[in-house]
């Protein structure tokens, strides 16, 4: 171990505050909160915003046809659509603030949203 007689005090210190910083970023990137409710949006508008508390089925027409939304407590998840790939029934139950399910070729979606609303990815 003659590497360690090379660290110096200062080094120490400047390791630990960066490993503190790295996981207090990543601490504060991935925290959004608890999600709370739900919209519903169709053809672009609002169809529904509906809380996460109780369980709760609800259909949305689109182009294509039929979108089947299920709401569970603390959850929420597009259970049947009829567009061709079933990207947005294959994305699941959702959970954390921010989080979205899209069903283009119905034009059709999903996403929860809590009391702080955050940043995700699609939000530049």
Avoid at 14 to 19: I, K, S, T
Avoid at 42 to 68: F, I, K
Avoid at 77 to 94: A, E, F, K, N, T
Wanted: with cysteine.
């Amino acid at each position: 171990m003659r590497w360690l007689s090379l660290i110096k005090p200062g080094d120490w210190l400047v390791g630990c505050l960066a490993v503190l910083f790295c996981v207090s970023v990543a601490r504060w990137s991935w925290w959004q909160g608890t999600a709370t409710a739900v919209v519903v949006r169709a053809r672009g508008e609002t169809v529904a915003r509906l809380a996460l508390d109780q369980p709760h089925t609800l259909s949305v027409q689109g182009p294509l046809g039929q979108t089947v939304i299920e709401i569970a407590p603390g959850r929420a998840r597009i259970s049947q659509d009829p567009s061709p790939r079933q990207y947005c029934v294959l994305r699941g139950w959702l959970t954390r603030v921010g989080e979205m399910a899209l069903c283009l070729p119905n034009q059709t979606s999903i996403e929860l949203t809590g009391l702080a609303h955050r940043y995700d990815s699609l939000n530049y």
